[in-house]
Structures are given as C-alpha cells and as structure tokens.
T-cell receptor, first 119, second 113 residues
C-alpha cells in the first residue's frame, strides 16, 4: 500500500516550452502533496506544499509563476514548469501525506521522481 | 531552526559487516526524525521514524537507529550489510510545528562482495 506514482518518469523538452508532471496517490487519499527538487548528488529541496482545492504554498526563492501547481483532487497534483530553461533541468520528486486516522501529518510517501532535461 | 548533518557523504562496507551511517540534528524542541533510503529509479522509502516514544527505533530491513539527546545524534545501524542495501540514505527532521521535512545531504552506501 501507500504507492505514489509520477508521470512521466523522464522528459526532454526544448527551451521555452512548458512541461507538466503528474503525481498520483494510487491507493490512498492525500490531504497534502509536496514537490521537491533534487540536483545531482545533492539533497531534496522542498519547492512547495499543496492542499486539495487550495493554492499551493511556495518556499522562499521558488517562482510560483514558473512552477505552477494544481491539486485538483485528493489523489492528483500536477507541477507545470512554464517556459522551461536549461537551468530548470533537475529531478523533480513529489510526495503525498495520507488522509488516515492515526497517521501523523509528517508521514510522506514519495513518488519515483521525474527527470527533466531542458535543451 | 531545525537541521540535520550527515557526517559522511560516502560509506563503503563489505557484505556481512556492520553498517553505521551518522546523523546529527539541531533542534530547539523535541523533533521527529526519520531515515529514508533512495534506490536508483525508485521513490524514497521510509526506513524508520522517531517520535519520542522510544529512543531505540527499529525499522525495516534490519535497520535501527538510536536517538541520543545528549549527543544530538540519530545514527542508523545494521548488524550485517547486504548487497541490496547499496543506496542513498537521507536523515530527515521535521520543521517545528509543520509537516515539512528537512533533508540532510545524504550518505551513499556501497556494499562490496
């Protein structure tokens, strides 16, 4: 149980185009979903927190107009990288915090990640 | 502010020997601490979680970690390494009064036959 999927697993796009990444909780409902960015050989950095039906909360330094987050349902969140540039190339990881009694809100289940390469 | 420091970027062990991955934390309150493992092309998996119920926490796959407040440490150990343990390991702390996770820089564990 507690599986989170991401689609696509990798994507290559041209500079200036937009890319959408989906994050789905497959067997549970998620009150909150998180988006992280991981540079090669570095740690995960939280980009934003999203709750179903409300606007995402972005971390300091993250451009909300470049990284659009939509949390349309309790099982789906999307991250759209708008007007992508080579410096946006990275590994993007989502996680979901389940809506379950007795499960702490700090429990997160992670997706496998999406590798974005912008040419 | 809360933070974690992973003292080793790389650890190499032989199969069957003990594993020790070191983590120190900084927190002005009693934190929740985690260890996650990241295998290539797989999502991060929770190994174990400390939430003040017991200082010795047992996790999956034979891993355990001991919370030592006096040393502000939360080291991860396993008595006998297996080839399948080779991966990146992250020590994680929660940001006070939120559900946000703060990750350490990671330790890459190599296991040699």
């Amino acid at each position: 149980g507690a599986v989170v999927s991401q689609h696509p697993s990798w994507v290559i796009c041209k500079s200036g185009t937009s890319v959408k990444i989906e994050c789905r909780s497959l067997d549970f409902q998620a009150t909150t979903m998180f988006w992280y960015r991981q540079f090669p050989k570095q740690s995960l950095m939280l980009m934003a927190t999203s709750n179903e039906g409300s606007k995402a909360t972005y971390e300091q330094g993250v451009e909300k107009d470049k990284f659009l987050i939509n949390h349309a349902s309790l099982t789906l969140s999307t991250l759209t990288v708008t007007s992508a540039h080579p410096e946006d190339s990275s590994f993007y990881i989502c996680s979901a915090s389940p809506l379950l009694a007795g499960v702490g809100t700090d429990t997160q289940y992670f997706g496998p990640g999406t590798r974005l390469t912008v040419l | 502010a809360q933070s974690v420091t992973q003292l080793d970027s790389h650890v190499s062990v032989s199969e069957g020997t003990p594993v020790l991955l070191r983590c120190n934390y900084s927190s002005s309150y009693s934190p929740s601490l985690f260890w996650y493992v990241q295998h290539p092309n797989k999502g991060l998996q929770l190994l174990l979680k400390y939430t003040s119920a017991a200082t010795l926490v047992k996790g999956i796959n034979g891993f355990e970690a001991e919370f030592k407040k006096s040393e502000t440490s939360f080291h991860l150990t396993k008595p006998s390494a297996h080839m399948s343990d080779a991966a990146e390991y992250f020590c994680v702390v929660t940001l006070y009064n939120t559900d946000k996770l703060i990750f350490g820089t990671g330790t890459r564990l190599q296991v040699f036959p």
